[in-house]
């Protein structure tokens, strides 16, 4: 009964590859998102969709793009890989309530994560 | 923007000691705010959370209280365990930049020996 699933759990990759991460929720969640988790362990947000439309898309590189068939799924696909590329991605997915004002707030789920090494 | 700053580790402590791992935010408005945990070789986990100033999140023995005055969110636990051994990451949603965007600090890895 997993609720956010991501494959691969492990990617190793050459240099210049292109490859892709998928992600599921059933959780029946509005919102998903991707974040990439470097060596010192700090997370960043990279995108998040909301019932497929993107909303947030902080400084990416545009060789990651993102694609949110439905709702449950959103995934990740990089282009041209590098070194620099190399770190865990999590997918996550979210009920936001009450956007803005006293009390909204933002829970979000966790997928396992996918360690992405490229050589 | 928002921002939260957690206090640097990492973190050693004997079983049975109390912890507190410091975390402060910047952020305008209403925000929410999240402790999360994650175990070694695993994603992230809400640990707990709070919605408003005053607000007390509890779970697994680990508290934290939302200090709108201090713009703290400490996290605190009288006696760890072994079990306890992970990262625990304080984040913030909300307030004036919208609900959607979830801003972590740096982390902190705790090690808690026997």
């Known amino acids: 009964d997993t609720a956010v699933s991501q494959t691969p759990k492990y990617l190793v990759t050459q240099m210049g590859n292109d490859k892709s991460i998928k992600c599921e929720q059933n959780?029946?969640?509005?919102?998903m998102y991707w974040y990439k988790q470097d060596s010192k362990k700090f997370l960043k947000i990279m995108f998040s969709?909301?019932?497929?439309?993107?909303?947030i898309n902080e400084t990416v590189p545009n060789r990651f793009s993102p694609k949110s068939p439905d709702k449950a799924h959103l995934n990740l696909h990089i282009n041209s890989l590098e070194l620099g590329d190399s770190a865990v991605y999590f997918c996550?997915?979210?009920?936001?309530?009450?956007?803005?004002?006293?009390?909204?707030?933002?829970?979000?789920?966790f997928g396992p994560g996918t360690r992405l090494t490229v050589l | 923007g928002n921002s939260v700053t957690q206090m640097e580790g990492p973190v050693t402590l004997s079983e049975e000691a109390f912890l507190t791992i410091n975390c402060t935010y910047t952020a305008t408005g209403y925000p929410s705010l999240f402790w999360y945990v994650q175990y070694p070789g695993e994603g992230l986990q809400l640990l707990l959370k709070?919605?408003?100033?005053?607000d007390k999140g509890s779970n697994k023995g680990f508290e934290a209280t939302y200090r709108k005055e201090t713009t703290s969110f400490h996290l605190e636990k009288g006696s760890v365990q072994v079990s306890d051994s992970a990262v625990y990451f304080c984040a913030l949603s909300g307030g004036n930049q919208g609900a959607q965007k979830l801003v972590f600090g740096q982390g902190t890895r705790l090690t808690i020996n026997p």
């Open positions: 969709y909301n019932n497929k439309e993107l909303i």
């Open positions: 959780l029946g969640h509005d919102t």
């Open positions: 996550a997915s979210s009920q936001v309530v009450l956007a803005g004002g006293p009390g909204s707030y933002n829970e979000q789920f």
């Open positions: 709070a919605t408003k100033a005053d």
